[in-house]
């Protein structure tokens, strides 16, 4: 037992190991009834805990709530996107040393710019739309009026972001031992920050479990590769993960769910990627009962989701209101993130906060529809597919991305149920939101539930432009220039029952993996399971072997645990 507003500080590089989830299992008090007494951690249910919350696990070289400083050296020249290097003002290039994590970022360079979801009113975003603010003028119903372009990056104001590693110093020029993902540009005062102290590296958890903490349950904190491993998290307020100014941190096999407070606002969400935290690995793990399954704030750069279960997001009364699923949203920032091979009830990119860029969606299985699952307030029963109508979670859509999510790639992904998410069940293929309860689609590519309910045109655009025709989308959008906002090659959906390849796809071959170079160890565990698991090209896709197989393939092995029971023992 922990007592509340204690914690487990890792500040050097070692593993902090228990005998396995459900064995070693670190617990905070629980109150019975809300409010909770003031010694008491997370109780279910309820908004309020004891006195001083705090995370059961903090992983930092410099403690909790204690700041790193970090000092900007100008860059010379822009960053190419792809390059290796950077040159930097010489009189402080001294400052930055081979091995070292550093950070590269810009100033968003955000006015008042043409709305593209409704052209009568202005939004506050950068010339290119690469940063946009949920921030309208006049204002409409959604807008957020908080200062988030201060909140959940390092420095104010610069949301474009990505930490690296230093391979080597030569003068005023920089190497780093990955490419830089977006182009920095001097006009925009493109800045390499160094961090006064290094970051810790190589701190792990594994093997445990923990419950009922009430400011998330684990963070990690300038930490480079630093890990969770067959980790449970459980009962939990706030964000459960918290991975914040972290370079390489990697999940793997956890097991994330039941948030004692499911609701918006930052009490029940899963997992985290705050403060410029880039090229995050999280894979083969099980994400699941929260309001919020994945937020990205601010960061993500470069990052891996990949073969995990998401799923049963939901807001504590709302049943229907069917959540954002597999994300890299929820405030401004994240960029080139790529989703592979995840099993999840939707894809998504939300615009409360701002928006998203650059992610990709390869091999995944989206649904469109929720797991049953039972409220933890009510008691009540949930099923999306009640009936075989699957209509019941709305608004139901296997793709959504909301406004401003510019340059999102679909490639390889199997959408839909079989018999379920077709036209007699009130489906469509390319849909807009029309309320509650008239919004089912296979894509929703622009949606937005505030203001007029107009897609953003931007985001409809298609190249090439398949499927056609509906809230903006262009069919003579055939290069892929700025204005051709989303791209979709390959993928199988169950509402035409059959593949869609880009009409300049002569090819129509998908590779296994876009950052695996083989098989996954895990891929073999068990009872050995196919892969890549999702095919879209079989023919036909059948219902008779896991959705998104055609027959031919075991499934998911995150999945296939949690089906069993046995979220950390596969069958």
């Known amino acids: 037992m922990i007592p509340e507003g204690s914690y487990i500080l890792l500040n050097k590089g070692i593993t902090l190991r228990g005998a396995g989830p459900g064995v070693t299992i670190l617990s905070r008090p629980t109150g ?4 909770p007494p003031a010694t008491s951690g997370a109780t279910m249910d309820c908004p309020s805990s004891g006195s001083g919350p705090s995370e059961m696990i903090h992983i930092s070289p410099v403690g909790r709530f204690v ?26 290039a001294s400052m930055f040393a ?31 739309y690469r940063v ?14 908080t200062d988030v372009k201060c909140n959940y990056t390092i420095k104010c104001d610069r949301m474009t972001n990505e930490i690296k590693q230093i391979r080597s110093v030569s003068g005023n020029m920089i190497t780093f031992d990955s490419p830089v993902m977006i182009a920095y540009r001097v006009s925009h005062e493109a800045d390499l920050w160094n961090f006064a102290t290094p970051f810790l590296q190589m701190a792990g958890v594994e093997g445990l479990t923990t419950q009922y903490a009430d400011n998330g ?11 969770l491993y067959e980790v449970e998290t459980r009962y939990y307020v706030g964000s459960s993960i918290n991975l914040v100014v972290g370079f390489r941190p990697q999940l793997e096999k956890f097991y994330v769910h039941e948030a004692a407070l499911p609701v918006p606002g930052g009490a029940g969400y899963n997992i985290a990627l705050k403060l410029d935290t880039s090229e995050a690995l999280i894979e083969n793990g099980i994400s699941i009962l929260a309001n919020k399954l994945m937020v990205a704030q601010g960061s993500g750069s470069g990052s891996v989701v990949a073969y995990n279960y998401v799923d049963k997001q939901y807001i504590r009364d709302q049943d229907g209101w069917q959540e954002f699923g597999l994300n890299a949203s929820h405030l401004v920032g994240p960029h080139h993130m ?7 009830s939707n894809m998504d990119s939300d615009v409360t906060h701002g928006d998203s860029v650059y992610l990709t969606f390869f091999r995944n299985q989206s649904t469109g529809v929720r797991g049953p699952f039972t409220d933890l307030h009510t008691g009540a029963a949930q099923n999306d597919s009640a009936g075989g109508g699957c209509t019941g979670g709305s608004p139901a859509r296997a793709t959504g991305p909301q406004p401003y999510t510019y340059w999102t790639s679909f490639i390889g992904n199997v959408l839909g149920v079989p018999g379920c998410t077709v036209a007699s069940n009130g489906w ?31 985001v409809a655009t298609i190249y090439p432009a398949t499927p056609p025709g509906v809230n903006g989308t262009n069919s003579s959008c055939t290069t892929s220039r700025t ?12 509402f035409q029952n059959q593949i869609t390849w880009a009409s300049n796809d002569t090819a129509q071959i998908l590779p296994d993996s876009l950052y695996l170079p083989g098989k996954p160890a895990f891929f073999n565990a068990g009872s050995g399971y196919a892969w890549p698991w999702v095919n879209p090209a079989d023919t036909p896709q059948v219902a008779t072997g896991p959705i998104g197989c055609g027959g031919t393939c075991s499934g998911l092995p995150a999945k296939a645990r949690y089906d069993a029971g046995m979220p950390f023992t596969q069958p």
Not at 102 to 125: F, K, R, Y
Not at 489 to 494: K, L, M, Q, R, T
């Open 98 to 128: 081979p091995g070292r994590q550093v950070l590269l970022d810009e100033l968003s360079g955000a006015q008042p710019m043409p709305d593209p979801e409704n052209p009568s009113h202005q939004i506050w975003a950068s010339s290119d």
């Open 32 to 35: 019975p009834t809300c409010p």
């Open 338 to 344: 790529l989703f592979e091979g995840n099993w999840a």
């Open 483 to 494: 204005n051709c906002a989303t791209i979709l090659d390959g993928n199988y959906d169950y």
């Open 428 to 458: 469509h293929l390319n849909n807009h939101f029309g309320g509650p309860n008239s919004s089912d689609g296979i894509f929703l590519l622009g949606w937005y539930s505030g203001g007029n309910h107009q897609n953003d045109p931007t």
């Open 217 to 227: 349950s684990i963070e990690m904190n300038y930490c480079a590769y630093c890990w």
């Open 67 to 92: 700041k790193n400083t970090v000092t900007p050296c100008a860059l010379t020249s822009d960053a190419a996107a792809g390059s290796y290097q950077v040159t930097v003002t010489k009189s402080c």
């Open 132 to 145: 946009v603010y949920n921030m309208h003028n006049p204002g409409i119903g959604g807008d957020d009026g």
